[in-house]
């Protein structure tokens, strides 16, 4: 079955720096790769997602890119400010299996 | 539009016992997926119901079910509960069978056992 990998478990940066997540998947198949953001108390909420037929996303400060090739894809965070501090998750899925397999999990620390 | 609404926020219990949770998905959503989350475990897949049946389960004990009712409302139920039981619980809902997006959380159930 699919498998999620997300690396790093733990990423600290300076505000106004650039924060990258990134998560590699195992079934060629999966063509839905979503990202969701975890604030302390809360349940996660998706904040950016992106098709297999596509190969970067861009919302504002936040990007998606995709390598199908490679199996991997990206969470990009630029000039990050103290909100942005959360875990954030990536997950996929594909059309014929109705099931999101997610990453570990991210926790991403925004340093004043 | 109305969220994804989960009761209770928190609750403690005692070993032994055993708790029902439950949650409201966004109207006209009809899938509910159940999720354990601890510190350091990420998100733990239990199962997820569509149109009142059991479509995907996890590996989790058989003291842990759920159901879901008519109106799309599902209830997750914990027996004789653990310590390690102990966790925030989300369910998620969205409206179409077969595709990922527009999966949205509610904000959890925190349970105790103490």
């Known amino acids: 079955g699919e498998n999620v990998e997300q690396h790093p478990s733990t990423l600290s940066v300076q505000e106004g720096d650039s924060a990258v997540i990134k998560c590699t998947y195992s079934d060629s198949a999966s063509n839905y790769f979503p990202w969701y953001k975890q604030e302390l108390g809360k349940g996660p909420q998706l904040i950016i997602d992106i098709r297999s037929n596509v190969g970067e996303k861009k919302d504002q400060r936040i990007a998606v890119t995709l390598n199908k090739t490679a199996k991997h894809f990206s969470l990009h965070i630029t000039e990050t400010q103290p909100e942005d501090s959360a875990v954030y998750f990536c997950a996929a899925s594909m059309d014929s299996n109705y099931q999101l397999i997610w990453g570990a999990g991210t926790k991403l620390i925004i340093k004043p | 539009k109305a969220g994804v609404t989960q009761t209770p926020r928190y609750l403690i219990k005692t070993r032994g016992q055993q708790v029902t949770l439950s949650c409201s998905p966004i109207?006209?959503?009809?899938?509910v997926s159940w999720y354990q989350q601890t510190p350091g475990q990420g998100l733990q897949f239990l199962f997820e119901?569509?149109?009142?049946?059991?479509?995907n389960k996890g590996n989790f004990p058989g003291r842990f079910s759920g159901r879901q009712f008519s109106n799309s409302r599902s209830e997750m139920n914990v027996s004789t509960l653990e310590l390690g039981d102990s966790a925030l619980y989300l369910c998620a809902s969205s409206a179409d069978q077969v595709r990922a997006d527009g999966y949205t959380f509610g904000s959890g159930t925190r349970l105790t056992v103490v």
């Open positions: 119901y569509f149109s009142e049946t059991q479509r």
């Open positions: 109207s006209g959503h009809r899938s």
